[in-house]
């Protein structure tokens, strides 16, 4: 579940340019495209994907941006043996995803994921344990695939409305 906020996220733009320039950069479930254009920005290439025709329709004629329209839950992973310098995620969580997000990142790619954790299902959606990471939950899977954890955060947030979130930001080794 995302949302169509117009600023990019303060952790996004934190770690963004650690992203190796001259690599490829994934904007995974992208919504509108405000992750998007922050790394376009950085003179970085991008592949936003998501389901949504209609916003990514909105990145049109944006440099540097290519769109792909996937079903990310139901259809096959749309980048089976392509690798990505930098892969962003917020604000959504399929976890059967996160194994094939980790595997996509190059040597020295960098992963910044931010979303929704338990404890949010008393601010509002999402409410349902399947969108809601454990405590812990990012850090054990960058631990897991041997990436080299930067900065790892969990808890409640006012910004840019009141929630539980959980933010990482990995790089995997060379």
Known sequence: M??????????VARFARLI??????L???CGSGRHTRLLAGMGLAVEAVDRDAAALAQLAGVQGV???????????WPYSGRRFAGIVVTNYLHRALLPLIEGALTPGGVLIYETFMVGNERFGRPSNPDFLLRSQEL????????LRVMAFEEGETSTPKPAMVQRLCAIRGR
């Open 2 to 11: 995302h949302e169509n906020l117009a600023e990019a996220s303060a952790w």
């Open 20 to 25: 190796p320039s001259g690599g490829a950069t």
């Open 27 to 29: 904007d995974l479930a």
């Open 66 to 76: 290519s769109v792909r329209v996937a079903d990310l839950e139901h259809g096959p």
């Open 139 to 146: 850090l054990e899977l960058a631990q897991a695939a041997r």
